[in-house]
């Protein structure tokens, strides 16, 4: 049953090209310099995977954005922290106007998740609370489950472990969904520029309920390297880490929305975040409701409560 309902909402939650996880905030770009009074600055961490700035003192929380995505997604959650953290934002390259560097090829996530670790280890952090939203919460999920020693805790909104489960039929492997991955990463990669923006711009209006956020998240989509987007979102659809949640020993919650179908109950989506985490003890699942894909976007108070109570 489970199954059934992954495909037949499928179309409607990830069938655009950029779907998961579109970023906010335009004009952060590259961020090779840090304005002055924006109160933050960059780590000094040399990567070509990704680049990090550090607003704040205090606990460590790291916070990693989406496909597509910048630092700036996370604007609001930073600001009711109130400076009372010290928060590391990732900004991955060939995302939102970066350099691609070392994702210019291959796969994006699964080296970010190890790179992460090195920054860990290398910035002295001592079990940071790790954030990852959408593609951001597959990183996530996979430092914490490789690297189980360096997560103090774990929050991932709005995604699954195997989105291919989306994109094939019941019992749907990695092998069986990398036919699908692979036209779809030729058509984000190379397709018509029009049509690519037409999808991006829908994409958008899906992604996120409040109209006047949406501005940002278009510009740092088109801003973004398509290779390296459409790279890492076949990355996603092939990746089943279902069978590495019973290795995450830090305590997880989920957050995640009801899709936006009218043939789904309440019930189907709980059923289907029930099913997909199951294999991780101990997890605690939380349905937001009135918000799409963007949470921190379209529930920001509801959002920040929820992170702020996480982090005590």
């Known amino acids: 049953m489970i199954r059934t309902v992954l495909l037949a909402s499928a179309c409607l939650i990830l069938s655009a090209p950029a779907a998961l996880a579109q970023s906010h905030g335009a004009g952060h770009g590259t961020e ?14 040399e990567s070509g995977r990704f680049h990090v700035r ?49 994702n210019t090829e291959g796969p994006v996530a699964a080296p970010v998740a190890e790179e992460l670790a090195r920054y860990i280890r290398e910035q002295g952090l001592d079990r940071p609370v ?37 994109f094939g039929a019941p019992g749907a492997t990695p092998e069986s969904v990398a036919p699908v991955a692979d036209q779809i990463f030729e058509g984000m ?17 899906g992604m996120i309920l409040t109209e006047d956020r949406r501005a940002g998240p278009l510009e740092d989509s088109l801003t973004s390297d398509r290779r390296v987007a459409a790279a890492a979102y076949r ?12 290795r995450i020993t830090a305590p997880t919650e989920v957050l ?30 939380k349905r937001i409701d009135d918000s799409a894909h963007f949470i921190m976007l379209d529930q920001p108070d509801r959002f920040a409560a929820e992170v702020e109570a996480f982090l005590q």
Not at 189 to 205: H, K, M, N, V, W
């Open 32 to 45: 090779a310099a840090t304005p002055a009074g924006h109160g933050h600055h960059h780590a000094d961490f």
């Open 54 to 102: 550090v607003d704040g003192a205090g606990p460590d929380v790291i916070l990693i954005p989406g496909l597509s995505s910048s630092p700036a997604v996370w604007d609001g959650t930073v600001a009711a922290l109130g400076g009372h953290y010290r928060v590391h934002r990732l900004h991955i390259q060939g995302f939102a106007g970066a350099a691609a560097m070392d």
């Open 130 to 166: 790790v954030i990852g939203h959408s593609m951001g919460g597959t990183i996530a999920m996979m430092l914490a489950a490789r690297h189980p020693d360096l997560v103090g805790k774990l929050m991932v909104v709005d995604m699954v472990p195997f989105m291919g489960a989306m």
């Open 189 to 205: 990669a190379s397709g018509p520029e029009a049509a690519y923006r037409t999808r991006l711009e829908e994409t958008i209006d």
């Open 235 to 246: 990355e996603l659809i092939v990746t089943d880490l279902g069978p590495e949640l019973e």
């Open 256 to 285: 995640y929305i009801k899709f936006n179908d009218p043939r789904m109950t309440v019930a189907m989506v709980d059923g289907i975040y029930a099913a997909a985490f199951a294999r991780l003890p101990g997890v605690t699942l």
